[in-house]
């Protein structure tokens, strides 16, 4: 079994900074993406950056310029780093493995953390 844990929630003041990551661990052989997903109360799940294995990242444009996202795939880790944080970025982050294989199966699929709050007040 695969497992995505999140750290480095919180709450922030508007314009702060915070970084969040995102390690897998299990029987893994490969994982193609890694990336991270946030949602809002009353809100639908949306994207907010991925990365693919070759270091590709991709935004959302709410986002763009404020965060960065990286990844170490020795560690299987992805991060998350959030810059300038708005009131409207307040939500539940969630990270998502992509295309994750692993040893046991050799069969792609993918996986979910439990999710890690994030919350920019004043």
């Known amino acids: 079994q695969v497992q995505l844990v999140e750290s480095g929630g919180g709450l922030v003041q508007p314009g702060g900074s915070l970084r969040l990551s995102c390690a897998a661990s299990?029987?893994?052989?490969?994982?193609?993406?890694m990336g991270w997903y946030r949602q809002a109360p009353g809100k639908q799940r949306e994207l907010v950056a991925t990365i693919a294995k070759g270091g590709i990242p991709n935004y959302a444009d709410s986002v763009k310029g404020r965060f960065t996202i990286s990844r170490d795939n020795a560690k299987n880790t992805v991060y998350l780093q959030m810059n300038s944080l708005k009131p409207e970025d307040t939500a539940v982050y969630y990270c998502?493995?992509?295309?994750?294989?692993?040893?046991?199966?050799?069969?792609?699929?993918?996986?979910w953390g439990q999710g890690t709050q994030v919350t920019v007040s004043s």
């Open positions: 299990g029987r893994i052989f490969s994982i193609y993406s």
């Open positions: 998502n493995g992509g295309g994750v294989v692993t040893i046991t199966t050799m069969i792609a699929r993918d996986y």
